[in-house]
C-alpha cells in the first residue's frame, strides 16, 4: 500500500496534507483524546472554551504555559520533516493542521495553513488590536494582561468559537482542488476541519489516512496506512 500511495503522489499535482496532533506525538507532544498525564482530569473541551478562560483566565493560562513548556522542550520528529521535505522537493503540496504547537514551522514548513491558531501567538480579545508572537522557548510569558486592561489569550479557536472565515475558505478551496489528500494523526472528530476529506472526495480527491488506529475517516479512505506518522511518511517519497 505504502507503493500505491507513493505512486499516487508522484502523479498528483496538487497534494493537500491535513494533519492532527498524532503528528507530533512522536516529539513528544501530548495528544488531545489520549492520557495527557497532569491534565487528564480535564478534557480539552473544559478547558479550550471561552467559557472556561472567561471564569478561570489563570487555570486556562496554567495549562497553555504547560502546553508551552512541554512543546519548547521537544523537536519536530521524522513525520513533521518528510512533510517539510514534500514542499520543497516539489510543487504543489499545501499544508493545513490543525496542530497549534508550531512545529511544521520549526521542521521548515514554510507555510503552513494553521486552522486552530498558534499557541505562541497572543492577542487581546477586548479589541485593541494587540498581538504577538512569542519565541518558542520554555522561558514562560509572565505578561498575561494587555496594556489596555483586559486578559490576553492564545491566539487559538476554542471549541464553541468560530474558524478564521478566510482561512476555512482557503482551505476548503485547497481540499476541493486537490487531487489527492493525505490526512495524517487525526483523531477526525473536530469539525468543521473534520468535514474537510468529504469534501476533498467530492472534488475528485484520493483520500488517503495515515494513523495509527482507526478513525470516523477510515471506512471512507481510499487507502490507509496503518502506523507512526514517523515511520510511514519519510517512505512515501524519495527526491527524484
Ligand atoms: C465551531 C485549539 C461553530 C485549541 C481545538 C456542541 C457545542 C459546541 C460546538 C460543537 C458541538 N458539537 C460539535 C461542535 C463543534 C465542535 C466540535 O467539533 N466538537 C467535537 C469535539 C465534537 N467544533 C467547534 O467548536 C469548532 N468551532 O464549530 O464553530 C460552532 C459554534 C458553536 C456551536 C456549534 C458550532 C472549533 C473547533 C476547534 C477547537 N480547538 N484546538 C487548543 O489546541 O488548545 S481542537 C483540538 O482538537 C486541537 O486543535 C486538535 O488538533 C483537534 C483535533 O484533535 P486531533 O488533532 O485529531 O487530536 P486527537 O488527540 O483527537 O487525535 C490524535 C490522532 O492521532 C488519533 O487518531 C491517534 O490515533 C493518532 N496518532 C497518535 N499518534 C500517532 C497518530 N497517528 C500517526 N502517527 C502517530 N505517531
Do not use: K
Not at 522542550?73 to 499545501?94: E, F, K, Y
Not at 475558505?169 to 482542488?177: F, L, Q, R
Not at 472534488?203 to 477510515?218: F, H, I, M, S
Amino acid at each position: 500500500m505504502i507503493d500505491r500511495v507513493a505512486s499516487w503522489m508522484r502523479a498528483a499535482e496538487r497534494v493537500a496534507v491535513l494533519t492532527g496532533a498524532g503528528i507530533s506525538a512522536e516529539s513528544g507532544v501530548p495528544v488531545f483524546r489520549g492520557d495527557a498525564g497532569l491534565w487528564r482530569q480535564f478534557r480539552p473541551e473544559q478547558l479550550a472554551t471561552p467559557d472556561a478562560f472567561n471564569r478561570q483566565p489563570e487555570l486556562v493560562w496554567d495549562w497553555y504555559l504547560w502546553r508551552r513548556a512541554c512543546i519548547a522542550a521537544v523537536q519536530p520528529n521524522a513525520g513533521h520533516l518528510a512533510i517539510a521535505r514534500w514542499q520543497q522537493q516539489r510543487a504543489g503540496v499545501a499544508l493545513l493542521t490543525q496542530n497549534v504547537d508550531g512545529l511544521h514551522a520549526r521542521a521548515g514548513s514554510a507555510a503552513a495553513l494553521e486552522l486552530h491558531g498558534n499557541l505562541w501567538r497572543v492577542r487581546c480579545p477586548a479589541g485593541c488590536g494587540f498581538t504577538a508572537l512569542d519565541e518558542a522557548t520554555d522561558a514562560p510569558r509572565t505578561v498575561l494582561r494587555c496594556a489596555c486592561g483586559s486578559w490576553l489569550r492564545p491566539d487559538v479557536v476554542w471549541f464553541g468559537e468560530t474558524l478564521d472565515a478566510a482561512a476555512i475558505e482557503t482551505a476548503i478551496g485547497i481540499v476541493a482542488d486537490a487531487d489527492l489528500l493525505m490526512v495524517i494523526g487525526t483523531s477526525a472528530v473536530v469539525y468543521p476541519v473534520a468535514a474537510l476529506p468529504q469534501i476533498a472526495r467530492e472534488g475528485g480527491a484520493r483520500v488517503v489516512e495515515v494513523n495509527v488506529e482507526e478513525t470516523p475517516l477510515t471506512g471512507q479512505a481510499d487507502a490507509v496506512l496503518r502506523g507512526l506518522a514517523g515511520d510511514v511518511l519519510p517512505a512515501l517519497w524519495r527526491e527524484p
